[in-house]
């Protein structure tokens, strides 16, 4: 049999862009995202259009014909730059941030050009092996024990809804896998505790696995909004005596609103007491246990049977990159696994297929992105920008502490202030809160500095957080002074 075809130039005849033209505009758009991200701090971080402007300017009907690259590529900056909001900006001090790096959009462009599945080892035994290894590595940054196995999902809380259901197939004596939840199930209602500053995503996960928002139950914070042990083992205890079964507790290093500290080993110790399987949500505070003097925040979490970290927001990689660890790889095989006789290989007894372990099949090659990034900042120089991102982070807490105008109103473990204005003699409630609303949209009008607020007790507070790549001293420095203007400019009016 002759297989010595001819390949050359077989794009051009299946209409893919010959090799010429991708080599020609993939240098162009090289170009264009090295300028964009050395330019990108004199943009307005934040986009000020109007919703439906962005479809105004995109045609409704696809194109019949062939279109150039060149008139594509026009396309970026005309009509989707407006619309960009930008996360890479030094002046994004809001939610959490997710910045992207070089090594992360190389191996985002390298994993596009391989497109491999890495549903089963032998779709690409690269992918699963590349993934054991970074996973290992990064396991070891966060001295974590051997014992934990890892696995890259999308996003957090797709990685959270994962440790949920293996928490659930780890109830001894049920077969909710086989009988579901409702119906010819014969267990309790299922119930889930978290703090009162959860976030939402663990909520999400229980609506999708049939437990419910009244599976979840919320467990009170103290002062400082760290969820209070005590009170977690009271409702434990009350929900038994009212015939719920409890089976899962999540634990958050880092919570939203405030980046709070839940303590895992105390909860841990409740955890191992009822047999409950303890998840540790630490999204975003996970990579500041990366910086030695902060590993201390994950303490407890060897007890834990898993723990999220997502790379994609605070160490420069490019979303969406979730990492989820397991001490029980087995349990969450077991809620998972179904092998249908065409994706059989004769290997399977002796690699991994990460398609047993939840429910995608295909998976895009994400470990990509962590090899080059870890080899690339190398350990230390991640530790080095997390460790400076704390440190510029406490510096504005204690500029909001030293000025009469402004109060804070959660301690700052991270890198996050949670702050407000108050101006002496204005004490009433709703009139501090428009005002600092209003002092927010102001602020962010600017464009040099995008935050965002949340709400504790009833009071709206401003957060800023610092975990972008590019930022630096001086502009969290240009945003502090851009805050005091703004209010006494408000103040004056
Ligand atoms: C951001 C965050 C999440 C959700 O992360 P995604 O990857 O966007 O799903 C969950 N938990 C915490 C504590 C977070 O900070």
């Known amino acids: 049999m002759d297989i010595n075809l001819k390949i050359n130039n077989t794009a051009a005849r299946t209409g893919d862009m010959p090799a010429e033209e991708f080599k020609k505009y993939g240098y162009k758009l090289i170009d264009w995202i090295a300028e964009y991200l050395t330019g990108v701090q004199s943009m307005p971080v934040l986009s000020n259009v109007k919703p439906g402007d962005i479809k105004n300017m995109l045609p409704q009907h696809p194109p019949e014909r062939s279109e150039s690259m060149e008139n594509i590529l026009q396309d970026i900056n005309r009509v989707i730059m407006p619309g960009i909001t930008h996360w890479n900006h030094p002046g994004f001090m809001a939610y959490f941030n997710s910045t992207s790096s070089g090594p992360g959009i190389l191996a985002e462009l390298l994993s596009a050009g391989l497109n491999v599945n890495g549903m089963l080892w032998k779709t690409s035994p690269s992918s699963t092996e590349l993934e054991q290894v970074t996973l290992d590595w990064f396991r070891q940054m966060l001295k974590l024990d051997k014992d934990f196995w890892g696995i890259i999902y999308d996003t957090a809380s797709v990685s959270t809804m994962h440790a949920i259901a293996a928490a659930r197939e780890n109830i001894s004596g049920s077969d909710i896998r086989m009988k579901g939840l409702v119906g010819g199930s014969e267990v309790n209602r299922l119930r889930l505790y978290a703090s009162e500053q959860v976030h939402s995503s663990i909520e999400k996960g229980a609506i999708t ?74 999204a975003h505070g996970g990579i500041a246990a990366l ?203």
């Open 209 to 282: 696995l049939g437990i419910g928002l009244e599976g979840v139950r919320k467990i009170p914070v103290d002062n400082e909004f760290k969820m209070i042990p005590s009170k977690l083992e009271e409702a434990i205890e009350e929900d038994k005596k009212n015939g719920w079964l409890p089976f899962c507790v999540v634990a958050t290093v880092g919570t939203t609103s405030t980046t709070s500290i839940d303590p895992v080993d105390e909860i841990a110790g409740i955890c191992l007491r009822e047999k409950l399987w303890l998840h540790v949500d630490a």
């Open 291 to 493: 910086v030695p003097e902060m590993r201390h925040i994950l303490n407890g979490v060897e007890k834990a049977d898993s723990l999220v970290v997502n790379p994609h927001k605070w160490m420069f990689t490019p979303v969406d990159l979730s990492i989820f660890f397991t001490k029980k790889p087995q349990v969450l095989k077991q809620a998972f696994s179904l092998i249908p006789e065409y994706l059989k290989t004769s290997v399977d007894s002796e690699v991994e297929n990460y398609m047993d372990y939840g429910v995608q099949l295909g998976r895009r090659f994400r470990s990509l992105k962590l090899w080059f990034i870890i080899r690339y900042f190398g350990t230390d120089g991640i530790i080095e920008r997390v460790r400076e991102h704390l440190r510029i982070g406490k510096l504005f807490a204690s500029w909001i502490d030293e000025h009469p105008m402004f109060e804070r109103l959660a301690p700052v473990p991270l890198s996050t202030t949670c702050f407000r204005a108050h101006p002496a003699g204005m004490d009433d409630e709703e009139t501090l809160n428009t005002l600092n609303e209003r002092l927010m949209d102001y602020v962010n009008s600017t464009g040099k500095v995008f935050i965002t607020h949340t709400k504790l007790s009833g009071k709206f507070v401003i957060r800023l957080v610092v975990s972008g790549l590019r930022t630096e001293e001086r502009h969290v420095r240009l945003a502090w002074e851009i805050i005091q203007q703004c209010l006494a400019e408000l103040l004056r009016k």
